[in-house]
Each structure stands twice: as structure tokens, then as C-alpha cells.
């Protein structure tokens, strides 16, 4: 498994030219996140290469940073876990724009021993209304209940929801 990421300033055709490299290089994209943030273009794709090398498909995907600006990186992905059986939520909390929300909502995860395998933050509206959505992996032996009480707790100013992820949805 090769793991590349890929980051450049956004405009038409930077998912296709990717995609179309590796198609035409034999591999198989199994795994894929892209966004654009701030006027950026992000993308990390987990592909299956039966042939080539990381670097013989950095080499491949090497004119994209001239024709499209990206700065692309190809690396071997470590040993792949086998899939968690954690119940999964989504965690949604939103509340006054202010610097160290995320820092402080991922700290209360942390103390709980939750993963966070999902994060996306905006600014929404004039009001300035911070707004975070996360997917989770809680542990087995934590309720939700529990969390969701704690995150009110420690996060007050924070409106916080908790709510478990339907693998259909995915």
C-alpha cells in the first residue's frame, strides 16, 4: 500500500489529473480524502500498486508539480491495523469563534482514550459561529452518555451533540 499526498493552490482538474495517473500506472485507489481549505487544494489517497515503487510512482505523478503547482509526496504505508470493532459516533459541537476550541475538544477525547478519525472545522456565518464534526472511535468500555456529559462539562460554552455512526451512511 503507498500512501500520497498531494497539496496546491485549487483550480479545475487536480483530482482527475491525479486519478488518472494512477489509473494509467495499474493502481488501484482504495482509499481517498481531498478538500479544499483556505484556497487549497488537499488530497491523501491509499492506493494498491502491484509494480511500482514509492518513488517510481513519485516519479510518475512528478509533471503534475509543474503543470498543476502541487507539492506531492508518495511514502510505503506502515502495517495496516486490522478494522476496529470501537462503536463509532459523530461528534458535533459549535459555539463563539475563539482561538483553542479544537485544542480543548480533542484534549477531553484524549483523556478518554477516544480516536478521532475525521475532523472538519468551519467558521460559519457573520456571527462568527465556530463549528466542528468529528468521527470518533470511542472504547469500548466508555458509554457515550458518559462523554457526551463530560465534553458538556468541560467544553460549557460549546453547544455538543453525540450520536452513534450508522456503518450505512458511510
Given at each position: 500500500m503507498l500512501i500520497i499526498s498531494a497539496v496546491g493552490t485549487?483550480?479545475?482538474?487536480?483530482?482527475?489529473?491525479?486519478a488518472q495517473i494512477l489509473f494509467d500506472a495499474g493502481c488501484n485507489i482504495e482509499d481517498t480524502?481531498?478538500?479544499?481549505?483556505?484556497?487549497?487544494?488537499?488530497?491523501?489517497?491509499?492506493v494498491e500498486?502491484?509494480?511500482?515503487?514509492?518513488?517510481?510512482?513519485?516519479?510518475?505523478?512528478?509533471?503534475?508539480?509543474?503543470?498543476?503547482?502541487?507539492?506531492?509526496?508518495v511514502a510505503t504505508a506502515g502495517d495496516a491495523s486490522a478494522p476496529s470493532d470501537?462503536?463509532?459516533?459523530?461528534?458535533?459541537?459549535?459555539?463563539p469563534?475563539?482561538?483553542?476550541?479544537?485544542?480543548?475538544l480533542t484534549g477531553v477525547l484524549s483523556?478518554?482514550?477516544?480516536?478521532?478519525?475525521?475532523?472538519?472545522?468551519r467558521v460559519a456565518s457573520a456571527r462568527k459561529v465556530y463549528v466542528m464534526l468529528l468521527e470518533l472511535e470511542l472504547p469500548v468500555a466508555?458509554?457515550?452518555?458518559?462523554?457526551?456529559?463530560?465534553?458538556?462539562?468541560?467544553?460549557?460554552?460549546?453547544?455538543?451533540s453525540l450520536r452513534e455512526l450508522e456503518e450505512e451512511t458511510l
Open positions: 485549487d483550480r479545475p482538474g487536480m483530482a482527475h489529473a491525479v480524502t481531498m478538500t479544499r481549505l483556505s484556497g487549497q487544494f488537499a488530497m491523501i489517497l491509499a500498486s502491484p509494480d511500482l515503487t514509492a518513488q517510481e510512482l513519485e516519479t510518475r505523478l512528478s509533471p503534475l508539480r509543474h503543470l498543476l503547482g502541487l507539492h506531492i509526496d470501537a462503536p463509532r459516533y459523530i461528534l458535533t459541537a459549535y459555539g469563534e475563539k482561538t483553542g476550541l479544537l485544542a480543548r483523556e478518554h482514550n477516544v480516536n478521532v478519525t475525521d475532523v472538519q472545522t466508555l458509554d457515550a452518555e458518559v462523554l457526551k456529559a463530560e465534553l458538556k462539562k468541560s467544553l460549557g460554552d460549546l453547544q455538543v
